[in-house]
């Protein structure tokens, strides 16, 4: 019998997540929900970076924004009070996460 893809070395979203299984492992705590609001100012920003904390717990690597379901998605912006129309994504221009200092 094989192991589940989430319990392999190389974790894996399934291709659909059922609401029950998303509860526990997904929905973020008081504290990480202030940890995140206090490191960001946007909504966009502050889903993106409690999607990203808690695939980290739950699968142990950071997937790229299109690979997390849209189920868990929607769960979060639930957990976290957000509109459905806050997106999972990133427009940031060059440098804005590490910018380099003039040369």
């Given at each position: 019998?094989?192991?589940?893809?989430d319990?392999?070395?190389?974790?894996r979203?399934?291709?659909?997540?059922?609401?029950?299984?998303?509860?526990?492992?997904?929905?973020?705590?008081v504290?990480?929900?202030?940890?995140?609001?206090?490191?960001?100012?946007?909504?966009?920003?502050?889903?993106?970076?409690?999607?990203?904390?808690?695939?980290?717990?739950?699968?142990?690597?950071?997937?790229?924004?299109d690979e997390?379901?849209d189920?868990?998605?929607?769960?979060?912006?639930?957990?976290?009070?957000?509109?459905?129309?806050?997106?999972?994504?990133?427009?940031?221009?060059?440098?804005?996460?590490?910018?380099?200092?003039?040369?």
């Amino acid at each position: 019998m094989l192991a589940s893809i989430d319990r392999t070395a190389y974790p894996r979203f399934r291709g659909t997540v059922a609401a029950r299984e998303l509860v526990e492992p997904f929905t973020p705590t008081v504290g990480e929900v202030g940890w995140a609001r206090g490191r960001t100012t946007a909504d966009q920003t502050f889903l993106v970076l409690v999607i990203g904390l808690k695939c980290c717990q739950r699968m142990r690597c950071f997937p790229g924004l299109d690979e997390d379901p849209d189920a868990v998605a929607g769960h979060l912006r639930t957990a976290l009070g957000l509109p459905d129309v806050v997106a999972i994504r990133l427009d940031l221009a060059p440098g804005a996460l590490f910018p380099t200092a003039p040369v």
